[in-house]
């Protein structure tokens, strides 16, 4: 691949993670507005299971999906830095290896952080 081909994949894996995040966003944007109304408080156990449930359905294919987009990044990343003559973007995003891996593992992180907040907040008043 050249290198324009290759920056363009770059931009694509960048798109990638942040399309998914929309859905998730909206559905905690649903999960905290409900807990802040203490609608939860009332709710049927099978109500917040089920809340947990569509959260996790969202969530966990989005970290998943987002995780897999980084990993490619790191080997597009390989790509560009055997590119013979290459421009000042394409070095700068060749160099972007280690906050690669910090996306990863704050992808990771939060997710199992917003995981727990979420738990706290549809079952923390069971």
């Known amino acids: 691949m050249d290198e324009l081909a290759l920056l ?6 960048r798109r990638s993670v942040i399309t ?3 859905s998730p ?3 905690l944007i649903g999960v905290f507005v409900l807990a802040a109304y203490g609608k939860f408080d ?6 917040k299971l089920l809340t947990i449930g569509v959260g996790a359905a969202t969530g966990i294919p989005a970290i998943i999906s987002q995780y897999a987009a980084i990993r490619e990044a790191e080997a597009l990343i390989m790509d560009l830095n055997k590119l013979k003559s290459s421009s000042e973007l394409t070095k700068k995003v060749a160099d972007s290896r280690s906050l690669l891996s ?8 939060l997710g199992i952080a917003i995981t727990a907040l979420v738990l706290w907040a549809v079952l923390g008043s069971a």
Not at 42 to 47: G, M
């Open 42 to 47: 009332n709710a049927s156990t099978s109500a």
């Open 25 to 27: 966003t909206l559905v």
């Open 8 to 13: 363009k994949l770059w931009n694509e894996k």
């Open 102 to 109: 910090l996306a990863a593992i704050a992808i990771v992180g």
């Open 20 to 22: 998914a995040q929309v």
